[in-house]
């Protein structure tokens, strides 16, 4: 595949048109790939450049190794492969329940702070979309929402009761005229976010919104 993080991405052309005043202040662009970097047959994963195409996040599903295989763990790194984040499935959830701790997964509870809880909103009316809250630590109150079609390439991130978005997922374009599949797509992360996150809410987003014999049991 050609070169897919972005050939021009500067926050010049975003200061002129007065979205980002300050190039220091300018939203982190992200290329998500939905594949592996790792090559051997099996894997599965995420591999993410930021604008000037160095490597920033990696994502490897070790679910098939080791004792953590019941659990479909996976592990969010940064570029140079450091375990960032852990991130399980809640086992038995009818909600699609992930919960994400800090570092590698150790396989034992407590072993591992735990960052956040990840689950997918299934009412009625919410049934067509990839609608998904996120709860910070042990709290009962969401802190992020997840709106619009995840799987179309079309949603944004907000904070629960705020109006403007942390994070924003679109298609990409190769040209103008030329749409790129699902498997590549822009992540856009406001300044002062935390880009680590985010790019874990993505990951379970991609779990959970999955066509699968699971998704359907969490629907």
Known sequence: MSRIHPAENKCEGAARNGSCRRPDQCPAKFTVWKRSSMSFQGTDGFTVFDEHGRLVFR??????KGCCSARG????MDGAGNALMSLRPQILSMQCQWNAYTGEDKCKEGQNFKLFSMRRVSSFLQRKKDTAEVFIGGSKKPAFTVEGSFRSRNCIIRRSGGEEFVAKITRKRASPTVLLGTDVFNLVVQHGSDSDLVMAFVVIMDRICSKSILSVLCS
Not at 59 to 64: A, G, H, T
């Open 59 to 64: 994502m490897e599903n070790y679910s098939r």
């Open 73 to 76: 763990g996976l592990v969010l």
